[in-house]
């Protein structure tokens, strides 16, 4: 039986991350309903003297206040930490406030952090852990799609600077994680279109297949048909994990995931952060689709099939005009992976397979990419 | 000729630092002088886009300008940051402030720090460098002997805050650690005792010999004699080294370099952080020998030895008395290390030796160390 087959038999599947020379790093455990089996797979595989439960405002009042009864229950230390629900709250303030409410309840070199929530509480959590007494073991426990899709695998933990998004951090990967889709059921459909972004990357970079699923069931992933965000979130984890396996630190294949996220980040910083990430990846990953068919890198038809897919998802960011053009176009010459000048892109060659140069990623003239914005901006 | 007649013969003498597997992880080169050769250096051994020379209000007076001038001389993008001296800059905020600063300064993640300083400025910026765009490399170029004979080789890196010191914080080892004896020179000779206690203790834990040398050159190594300091600095780093290769998170050997702390920590906290890290160690030393020798583990006549060494070093600690002493033993319960009440002790079997017995360090019963600190309050 397949691992699909068997997450539909109502199993637990078992996806291992790598570490280098192929030793086993942690496990991506993906099941319907595991979340109410917690504190037994915490025992087993992340045991420690006491445990921080990281949680926001709303993932408390939804799972965490329950999942501290069922782990004081279970006989396990545990303390429930909340901070309030937002981007806002992924800073260096609440980390350390998080911090010295750990220090005050006594949590040791021998405690572990549990992160209970979507992207914000896995990274913030996750970068208390990876400083907190020198580095303590996380638990990721993604509640959000996006953080089940993307974040909540593969080691990243930071917080947002006033220079931008994500500039302090440290790679800290998991101890474990455990994925239960059931859990996406209760987010609003706009929220489940934001991790059926990353999903469609996925395939876009790694599995023509898994892409064409996507669009087969894309109504049903939008509705949160368990069955299909349970298949779906299981492919998603199996391609992320193969990709950071033995690429902790992004120097080789792991540079695939940034298809989509070099325009994508410089959306989003011309729109002073307004527009939700997900939002400007898609967009991303279409003008990106464009410029490698315009350098004749992509198949035509490419960024044609994801941009149908994508206005699915009834995703809108309308395009930043001359002006705002020339901004994105500044962000691009100073981001953090720009040499010379020129921005690297991840290129596709056709859905399912990127184009691999020297590296993972190519460096693009401006001409090109402003190319792509200004008929993106004229609208053709 | 061998490493210390090297160092004698004004060559400049590489001592590796080994990762797991053998790997070599990073190089601590020592040698009079080499802090004029900066720029060469790190072009060689930490090749990078731009540094960030990060030193406090003392040492960029002594050192800072002219390193940053060489640098630039050199051909080198450099920014000197500057913080005011002291351990309390060892905070969350100076932190902060230093990674704006190199934010703002545009270093991005091909640049890389350079820690120029004591023991502060290497945790500090250290830190810094553990966490800035999820990590870039550092360099540590210790000015101090406690730095020299500690703090810069091993990876540790971190920030004191409210609960206490060096509870947030990252292993990040650093890319290259240069060492110049001649900085020693400048340094008050209260500072020089405070470096040689950790010399005193790599005698004591792992070579006799080194040990009797210290001993035998002990008034020129307080005065200052560059000869002197530098084959004591080289021998420290050769056995810091060792004890750290393979054993970068203290699971194993490294625990040794404990000695003399599980006491020397209880009686800094006791003393509200107002006595010289340097100075209770030192003590702790001469108490953990005292209890394993009270234990039946340590030979006869060690603290003894120990304590007319320390003596010499002119670093006073009266007794707590018998409040202060309860304190003590409360803050050996509170200790990160203690385990149902126990707290660990590495302890001697005689000098140059540890006794080992599951671990590098043994649990020892509260009555035991309540004893040895009432005898030394007692002053018998």
């Known amino acids: 039986?397949?691992?699909?087959?068997?997450?539909?038999?109502?199993?637990?599947?078992?996806?291992?991350?790598?570490?280098?020379?192929?030793?086993?790093?942690?496990?991506?455990?993906?099941?319907?309903?595991?979340?109410?089996?917690?504190?037994?797979?915490?025992?087993?595989?992340?045991?420690?003297?006491?445990?921080?439960?990281?949680?926001?405002?709303?993932?408390?009042?939804?799972?965490?206040?329950?999942?501290?009864?069922?782990?004081?229950?279970?006989?396990?230390?545990?303390?429930?930490?909340?901070?309030?629900?937002?981007?806002?709250?992924?800073?260096?303030?609440?980390?350390?406030?998080?911090?010295?409410?750990?220090?005050?309840?006594?949590?040791?070199?021998?405690?572990?952090?549990?992160?209970?929530?979507g992207g914000v509480t896995g990274d913030l959590a996750g970068f208390v852990a990876a400083t907190y007494l020198r580095g303590v073991p996380v638990v990721q426990l993604p509640t959000s799609l996006v953080a089940m899709m993307d974040s909540a695998v593969g080691g990243k933990t930071g917080v947002d600077v006033p220079a931008g998004k994500n500039l302090v951090g440290a790679f800290h990967p998991p101890r474990l994680v455990v994925v239960d889709p059931r859990t996406v059921a209760t987010l609003p459909r706009t929220e489940r279109a934001q991790g059926l972004v990353e999903a469609i990357k996925h395939g876009a970079i790694m599995d023509v297949h898994y892409l064409s699923r996507l669009e087969r069931d894309l109504n049903a992933l939008l509705e949160g048909d368990p069955s299909s965000i349970g298949t779906a979130v299981l492919r998603s984890v199996e391609i992320k994990a193969q990709v950071v396996s033995d690429d902790e630190r992004e120097a080789g294949p792991r540079e695939m995931l940034n298809f989509g996220h070099t325009l994508g980040h410089a959306l989003e910083a011309q729109a002073g952060y307004r527009v939700p990430h997900g939002t400007a990846v898609a967009i991303g990953m279409i003008l990106e689709a464009r410029l490698g068919e315009v350098l004749g890198v992509t198949a035509l038809g490419t960024s044609e099939r994801l941009e149908r897919l994508m206005a699915r998802l009834e995703l809108s960011l309308a395009p930043p005009g001359p002006e705002g053009t020339q901004e994105v176009l500044a962000y691009l010459r100073s981001d953090k992976k720009t040499r010379r000048g020129r921005a690297r892109f991840v290129l596709l060659k056709a859905l399912g397979r990127v184009a691999r140069g020297e590296r993972w990623s190519h460096e693009v003239k401006e001409t090109a990419v402003a190319g792509v914005l200004e008929r993106w901006s004229a609208g053709t």
């Open 1 to 117: 039986m397949n691992s699909a087959d068997a997450l539909e038999a109502g199993r637990v599947v078992e996806v291992p991350v790598r570490a280098g020379e192929g030793r086993l790093d942690y496990r991506v455990l993906v099941g319907s309903g595991l979340l109410g089996r917690l504190p037994a797979l915490i025992r087993k595989h992340a045991p420690a003297h006491r445990y921080a439960l990281v949680a926001d405002s709303n993932v408390t009042v939804l799972y965490g206040r329950r999942a501290l009864q069922e782990m004081v229950e279970a006989g396990l230390a545990c303390e429930l930490l909340t901070f309030p629900a937002g981007e806002e709250s992924k800073s260096r303030t609440v980390w350390s406030e998080l911090t010295d409410a750990m220090l005050g309840a006594g949590v040791g070199r021998d405690g572990a952090v549990l992160a209970l929530g």
